[in-house]
């Protein structure tokens, strides 16, 4: 696994902060993962449940609302509107870099947003809420001490946790205008709903009410012995991974829809090699007819940073046959070679730079090749050695005239 930072506009413009969780392998699907009010997105429930999920194969990316965390911004200045706002440019950065998140789970007041923003991520096949309460105005017991103050000035400090933040009225007012009971009831995506029976900060009644509210389909699991806020890291790991089982049945996995209008891996020739398209931007998926693997460009070029880039996997092409060719001389010799070691790298350099130039202020590729050799070897058999390696299939594939013959193929009818 591996987890990518990632920064996009939120719903006021300013740069909002992410973490996407990444699997191993092509993702079966994007996840967007909502924290509690006020929290962050680096909450130990929030980072245990998209590494669980992440083991089970999906791409999960939480990030931090305006004005908390990594974002920009001045949470006083923000409401439960500016949350769903924030959720669904974060859906937005999804769709334009990756893929559109298919999932949609929210903790506490981030599960009340995931209901209020799900009509507007029409991709997201299914909902998931944890600890949440079946309306935003639940939120107001916190500020119950500052209330009276809030509305009769328009702002007052409030300590939620460890911080001190000032609340607006204008959060008080926003969180009135919304009808959750018709964000419920016209879900129209399959639900779950996960809740503590001894929640003390939402109480398992919010579960009741939301999950009465909503149409079918509609699943509900009850976490025992757990506290609001996931703490027990049992707690946090259970949640992910009945999540991954649970969602095998309502979302349409990346490996049944990807491959869709295209030639089936199935029917890959021994020694062609299959490219298609993981997401919008760089990432690629290789596929031969016995083997799988990703190609990307990294971050500093706008990629995931998912898998080598082109020039990368040609390097290691000319790597691993200069290794496998020396070992392959040595074996038949029985040479004492013990280990073979081969660095390489690529650059570009001025024509003048090099004795291998036809044109004046030409640039040419140039393939550095470090190889080193473990073993009781001669000075003899290390020179043998290295003209061995100058005689590797790739290595006079590359110095070779190359023609590459393109066929552009007619396209295939849809259904």
């Not at 029409?122 to 909902?127: F, H, I, L, R, T």
């Not at 023609?403 to 396209?411: A, C, F, M, S, Y």
């Amino acid at each position: 696994m591996q987890r990518i930072k990632l920064t996009f506009p939120g719903a006021t413009g300013l740069e909002l902060a992410g973490a996407l969780e990444l699997p191993d392998r092509v993702p079966l699907g994007y996840i967007l993962f909502a924290h509690c009010f006020s929290c962050g997105k680096d909450i130990p429930a929030a980072s245990r449940i998209s590494r669980s999920l992440a083991e089970k194969g999906f791409a999960v990316l939480r990030f931090d609302f305006t004005g908390l965390g990594g974002s920009n911004g001045d949470f006083g200045n923000t409401s439960f509107s500016t949350n769903v706002e924030d959720l669904v440019a974060a859906a937005a950065a999804l769709r334009a870099h990756y893929k559109a998140p298919a999932l949609l789970i929210g903790h506490s007041l981030g599960g009340a947003a995931v209901l209020a923003a799900a009509h507007q991520i029409p991709e997201a096949e299914a909902v998931i809420t944890i600890g949440t309460p079946s309306s935003p105005e639940h939120v107001l017991h916190h500020l119950e001490d500052q209330r009276n103050t809030i509305e009769r000035e328009g702002c007052a400090p409030v300590k939620l946790g460890s911080k001190t933040f000032h609340i607006r009225r204008k959060f008080l007012d926003d969180i009135s205008d919304h009808n959750m009971k018709e964000h419920i009831r016209n879900l129209n995506k399959a639900l779950l709903v996960f809740h503590a029976p001894l929640d003390q900060t939402v109480g398992i009644e919010e579960a009741r009410k939301i999950f009465e509210t909503a149409r079918h389909p509609k699943s509900f699991i009850s976490l025992d012995q757990a506290d609001h806020l996931l703490t027990g890291p049992a707690d946090a790991a259970y949640v992910g991974h009945t999540i991954a089982a649970w969602a095998e049945r309502y979302i349409s996995f990346s490996y049944e829809t990807s491959e869709t209008n295209r030639p089936q891996t199935q029917n890959i020739a021994t020694g062609e090699v299959l490219v298609t398209e993981e997401d919008k931007a760089f990432l690629r998926s290789i596929r031969t007819d016995s083997h799988h693997w990703l190609a990307d460009e990294p971050l500093s070029m706008g990629g995931g940073n998912q898998g080598p880039d082109p020039y990368e996997m040609l390097l290691a092409a000319l790597g691993t046959c200069t290794s496998m060719t020396i070992r392959l001389y040595a074996n038949h010799k029985q040479w004492p070679l013990e280990d073979v070691r081969i660095t390489l790298s690529h650059t570009r350099e001025h024509c003048q730079d090099s004795a291998n130039c036809e044109k004046e202020g030409q640039k040419i590729d140039v393939i550095e090749r470090r190889i080193e050799l473990t073993g009781a070897l001669d000075q003899e058999q290390r020179a043998r050695l290295l003209q061995i390696a100058e005689r590797c299939p790739v290595h006079r594939t590359l110095e070779n005239k190359i023609e590459v013959r393109d066929q552009l193929l007619p396209p295939v009818p849809s259904d």
